[in-house]
């Protein structure tokens, strides 16, 4: 999937723009050949979503994406869509049911490169009270929705994917650690973590591949519905490392390498893309915070 530096024209080009102090990221996109690679990717909700931000970093490699929608986010979905023709695809899909997921890889054509899982959803009534209370019915749909889904998509998948596919999905730091407010999201994205080291081992015969990316908290539709989120986000900026959030690109960039050949030797993996936040114990300036 992609070559490293593709050839010695490639190689001219990037002295060239290093010698001219062109921005990092479009030395990036040069060594990342996805010329005649196919991606599936579900979870586009908006333009902030994660999900977009990687189609259109996939895009810039030169691969072709085909996207999977839900009804709710089909006007906003077909407006970001508009005049990209890197996008060859476009089918409804709710990954919460079986003959959903089955009737879209039924409708595509040929064969795919990448997945990309970008999905993760509980019900209000289960985020806005301790876990103690959530009920059987949001417990279930949480872990359906937010993890069984890729299980569901990589196992409908087999069958329409290359040789030496890469998979990938998207996990919070709430899945090792509590986080106020994630509550029942951060058990589902246990089993999230849990399920891609297992997929591994059952995909790894025929060469595919299947890592998570653990994103910093990110504005976006999904996070909008997680109390407190504002306040997250000001103290992983405050106790970062780099001393602020991380982007939408910073993360489709990690998924640009994880779902190319220069990470042909990870699989399993959880990888974290957070400004060094999971790394930390407590910020840098504990001395100067007031605890009354």
């Known amino acids: ?22 921005l990092m990221d479009e030395i990036l996109y040069l060594m990342i050949n996805l010329q005649g690679k196919r991606a599936i990717v579900f979870g586009v909700a908006s333009e902030d979503s994660i999900a977009w931000a990687i189609t259109q970093w996939l895009a810039k490699a030169g691969a072709k994406i085909t ?10 979905v077909m407006g970001l869509i508009q005049g990209k023709d890197f996008i060859e695809g476009m089918h409804e899909c709710d990954v919460a049911f079986d003959d959903q997921v089955r009737d879209f890889f039924n409708a595509l054509d040929g064969k795919f490169d990448m997945i990309v899982h970008a999905i993760g959803y509980a019900p209000a009534t289960a985020l806005g009270k301790p ?7 949001d417990f279930n749909t949480a872990m359906v929705i937010s993890a069984y889904s890729l299980q569901r998509i990589v196992r409908h998948a087999m069958r329409v994917l290359n040789p030496n596919s890469s998979i990938i999905t998207l996990t919070y730091l709430g899945a090792v ?3 106020p407010g994630y ?7 246990a089993a999230l973590e849990a399920l891609v080291r297992e997929l591994a081992v059952n995909i790894g015969l025929a060469g595919h591949r299947i890592n998570a990316i653990s994103s910093g908290p990110i504005k976006t539709l999904a996070a909008s519905h997680v109390p407190g989120f504002d306040n997250i986000l000001e103290y992983m900026k405050h106790a970062s490392p780099l001393r602020r959030n991380v ?9 640009l390498f994880l779902l190319s050949d220069l990470s042909s030797g990870i699989t399993g993996q959880t990888i974290y893309v957070d400004t060094g936040f999971s790394s930390v114990a407590l910020p840098a300036d504990i001395d100067k915070i007031s605890f009354g």
Do not use: C, P
């Open 177 to 179: 650690r509590v986080v």
């Open 67 to 76: 996207l999977s929608y839900q009804t709710r986010f089909r006007s906003r």
């Open 131 to 137: 876990i103690i209370y959530t009920t059987e019915e």
């Open 247 to 255: 982007t939408q690109d910073d993360v489709a960039k990690t998924a």
């Open 183 to 189: 509550r029942i999201m951060g058990v589902a994205k």
């Open 1 to 22: 999937m992609g070559t490293f530096f593709g050839h010695l024209g490639r190689l001219t080009i990037i002295k060239e723009l290093t010698a001219k102090k062109i």
